[in-house]
């Protein structure tokens, strides 16, 4: 198992388990999240938005991508994902689509 290398690991992957929380609790959702960041900060999130959209690309991974494409471009090699659960395939491409050199994160790998 991995261990986090600061504190910001810790508060992005503390804030990711929220957004699953909120969404699961006041939305009745599937209680994932993503959230990606830049040397602990750009903090760019979503939760998953499968029911609320009824569209079952809407994992949390890839609205919090596409959310961070449109505010940095294509490119985000500098950038981490924090996540509530390891990514599925579809996420998983598209993780790797993005340049994210630096990879993702969920509790277990912590
Ligand atoms: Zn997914």
């Not at 209680?31 to 690309?57: H, L, M, Q, W, Y």
């Not at 994902?81 to 509790?107: F, N, Q």
Request: hydrophobic share 40%.
């Amino acid at each position: 198992m991995l261990k986090p290398n600061s504190n910001s690991d810790l508060e992005l992957m503390q804030r990711c388990i929220a957004l699953a929380a909120d969404a699961c609790i006041n939305d009745g959702e599937y209680p994932f999240a993503a959230v990606i960041a830049s040397k602990g900060t750009f903090p760019c999130e979503s939760a998953n938005r499968a029911k609320r959209d009824r569209d079952v690309n809407s994992h949390a991974e890839i609205a919090a991508l596409s959310k961070a494409q449109l505010m940095r471009g294509a490119d985000l090699s500098d950038c981490t994902m924090y996540a509530t659960v390891e990514p599925c395939a579809l996420c998983s491409y598209a993780i790797r689509d993005s340049s994210h050199r630096k990879g993702c994160l969920w509790p277990s790998r912590l």
